[in-house]
């Protein structure tokens, strides 16, 4: 297909639009010819994900045609189809793609004009916008094809003494499912790479690394499975991506080289940035997750990008930010898609240089793990100085006039996987933990270096067993006593909430939840 | 310009040392004039003692102080004792964790010395700490002329760890007036 023409997605629910689209095709009515029909069931079924992933395959258009309001069979779909078309016409917006591409209309089985109308005018507007920014092709990085024997003979897999102590530690395997870290070991190693079983486990593991942290052979499990499920994607296997995959869609869609963002477009005027800056904050993906997450669990992950530009503010820091920055990439290294993670990280790296920073600061403690080490590992050296938050704080507090005011609140904390275990720093949020004044602070049960996952990572294999370890953990922060659960990474607050919502689970233990850049950014003040 | 400086704690504390090196800085350092009388008696054994230390423009007469323009304390009870010889309007420098300053003096300025000192690995550095401090929020001596009087009044091997000990006072007066600055300008926190 020619690289010029133009491509629509017209989604089309069954009852209503679709009497209309069959008659206008009965009486062989000009429907553009660059449109794509898809019927759908209802278009309330049409989830976020599948309204956006035309544009990450390159369509210039998607039109949502649903049933009037009052006429949906299904009750709530044409409600929902409003609602999803809002939220990803918003994400759209902030990926710097005109969100008018994007519509919903309604329409009577007996409309066929009125439908006709609305495909051509639709066709032309966007004919008038030209194309979307994001192309069909995109110029393709390179993964030399893996071989599992490399793999195995990198993480030294061989050496796994069969102790079962992953196992026995494993957070996915104590919440009852059949998920062996060992047994995953033991298929690579026999070359049992397409038993349903393995294939299961890869896309299952939540690369949390506890298993890592007991091994006495140290064989590196995540980094095993972040490679494993190269192996996979490479061999035609598809991932267990979550939420229909939106997330992995929104970070390819990001591969595009000709987008100019607004992601940065809900930071207040009060706080300062400066293009000439010699430090750049890195703010990561939270905009888009609160975007997604808006309607059920209303996370305001975004808060903890202003917090963290304006406790830089307050320690007269006013740092650059990257106008276009995508993605750090991630969760596409960790759920096999190297080939997309290099196009976002040579992006990135690309930007990062043309600035002339000598210091990156980011508060996401994955974005920290992917720009401190993946990024060279991968042959990106960014050569230069990249700083957790955390890390500014410490040095920044220790060295002004500086005091917390009282947080009035009994607090417990969530440690993240990244700079807990992988980065082996648990003690550092400990440390300005002890220096603010919670009305109490108290470890769960499991802490630090042994902290339970907060369920999920990387956007993949989440199911019913996640589920139940997330709400073990809601219990063992509940039984500290606290009000509210600190959380170090924006995921955890994302899935936390989402296990607080679980209806079979006691409304009793609601608890808030507050990531400590933010607790940091609303007591700290000048003594 | 004339300023009196009077310096207690309690004896061990480094009270005398912190006044020789103001002294020196200012007249060695900074080329200007001054004097030190150091209270020296059964105080060093842990009591109240004191360094009154007078730099000035012009030659000095008269080297006890009546009317001190700066009070720092360092012991609760140098404060006691000292506070009425601070002049209406004086400044008082104090260790935030080891005394508790009457509500009525205005111009008071705490740092936390002997903890930073603390967590620096040597309590003992606590007066080089207060010398940073009162270095920046004073300004009787300069930085230059205090920064080099440290490193000649501290045993040799010790320079290093002395100088970011006075960094680390230093800063923390910086940031203070920083602080009060924002504070005045209605700007208290990270959030307003």
């Not at chain 1, 298929?187 to 942290?213: H, K, M, P, R």
Request: proline share 4%; net charge neutral.
């Amino acid at each position: 297909m020619n690289q010029d023409q133009f491509n629509f997605i017209v989604y089309v629910c069954n009852w209503g639009p679709h009497a209309a689209y069959m008659e206008l095709q009965d009486r062989g009515a000009d429907i553009p010819l660059e449109i794509k029909m898809v019927r759908v069931p209802c278009t309330g079924r049409i989830g976020k994900a599948l309204l956006f992933k035309p544009f990450e395959m390159g369509a210039d258009g998607v039109l949502l045609a649903g049933c009037r309001s009052g006429s949906c069979r299904y009750g709530v779909g044409t409600e929902n189809a409003a609602s999803n078309t809002e939220d990803t016409r918003k994400i759209l917006e902030l990926l710097g793609i005109q969100k008018n591409r994007l519509r919903f209309e309604t329409f009577l089985p007996d409309e066929p004009e009125k439908l006709l109308d609305c495909l051509k005018s639709f066709v032309r507007d966007i004919k008038a916008m030209g194309k979307s920014p994001v192309p069909r092709k995109r110029a393709a990085e390179e993964a030399a094809p893996l071989a599992m024997a490399d793999i195995l003979t990198r993480y030294d897999v061989h050496s796994c003494q069969d102790c079962g102590k992953c196992t026995s530690a494993c957070p996915l395997a104590l919440s009852g499912k059949a998920f062996s870290p060992r047994a995953v070991a033991h298929d690579a190693i026999t070359g049992n790479l397409d038993s349903e079983a393995f294939v299961e486990n890869v896309w299952s593991c939540l690369t949390c690394g506890t298993c890592y942290e007991r091994c006495p052979s140290a064989v590196n499990f995540p980094e095993f499975i972040r490679d494993a499920r190269h192996f996979l994607k490479q061999n035609r296997h598809d991932g267990h991506e979550v939420h229909g995959g939106f997330f992995q869609s929104l970070m390819r869609t990001m591969t595009a080289e000709n987008l100019t963002m607004n992601r940065w477009s809900a930071v207040p005027p009060e706080i300062k940035t400066d293009p000439r800056g010699k430090v750049l904050f890195f703010g990561g993906c939270t905009p888009y997750f609160d975007t997604f997450f808006n309607r059920h669990l209303g996370v305001t992950t975004s808060s903890i990008t202003l917090d963290s530009l304006r406790l830089l503010n307050f320690f007269d820091v006013v740092p650059a930010v990257l106008p276009d920055e995508r993605c750090c990439g991630h969760d596409l290294l960790w759920t096999g898609d190297v080939e997309n993670f290099k196009r976002l990280a040579r992006l990135n790296a690309d930007m990062m240089a043309s600035t002339g920073v000598t210091e990156i600061i980011t508060a996401c403690p994955e974005c920290y793990r992917t720009l401190a080490h993946d990024y060279k590992e991968q042959g990106f050296d960014l050569n230069v100085r990249i700083t957790h938050i955390y890390d500014f704080l410490e040095r920044e507090i220790g060295k002004n006039a500086v005091t917390f005011k009282d947080f009035g609140k009994a607090v417990t904390f969530q440690d993240s996987c990244r700079m807990s275990r992988f980065e082996g720093r648990p003690e550092l949020p400990r440390t300005l933990l002890s220096k603010m004044k919670p009305q109490g602070f108290t470890e769960m049960q499991d802490s630090g270096k042994s902290a339970v996952c907060c369920g999920n990572s990387g956007w993949i294999g989440c199911d019913s067993y996640s589920k139940a370890l997330q709400v073990k953990r809601l219990k063992q922060a509940k039984d500290t006593g606290c009000d509210t659960i600190v959380t170090a990474c924006p995921k955890c607050q994302v899935h936390l909430a989402c296990a607080m919502e679980n209806p079979f689970r006691d409304a009793q233990k609601e608890l808030g939840v507050k990531d400590l850049v933010s607790l940091v950014a609303e007591t700290i003040c000048w003594e | 310009m004339k300023k009196e400086v009077i310096i207690t704690g309690f004896g061990g504390q480094g009270i005398v040392l912190a006044g020789k090196v103001l002294g020196n800085a200012a007249a060695i350092g900074d080329g200007r004039e001054s004097t030190l009388v150091q209270s020296y008696g059964p105080e060093s054994r842990g009591g109240a003692c004191s360094a009154q230390v007078i730099i000035s423009d012009t030659m000095i007469h008269y080297p006890y102080i009546r009317s001190a323009d700066v009070l720092v304390a360092m012991s609760q009870s140098g404060y006691e004792k000292y506070i009425g010889q601070l002049k209406d309007g004086g400044m008082l420098l104090y260790d935030r964790d080891l005394v508790q300053p009457d509500d009525s003096i205005k111009e008071k300025y705490a740092v936390p010395a002997t903890r930073l000192a603390e967590e620096l690995g040597r309590k003992m550095m606590a007066n080089i700490i207060m010398i940073g401090f009162i270095t920046s929020v004073t300004e009787v001596v300069t930085l230059d002329a205090a920064k080099t009087t440290v490193t000649e009044s501290v045993p040799k091997g010790t320079e290093k760890m002395n100088l970011d000990a006075f960094g680390k006072g230093y800063d923390y007066g910086l940031s203070r007036l920083k602080g009060l600055e924002r504070k005045a300008a209605g700007k208290t926190g990270a959030m307003s």
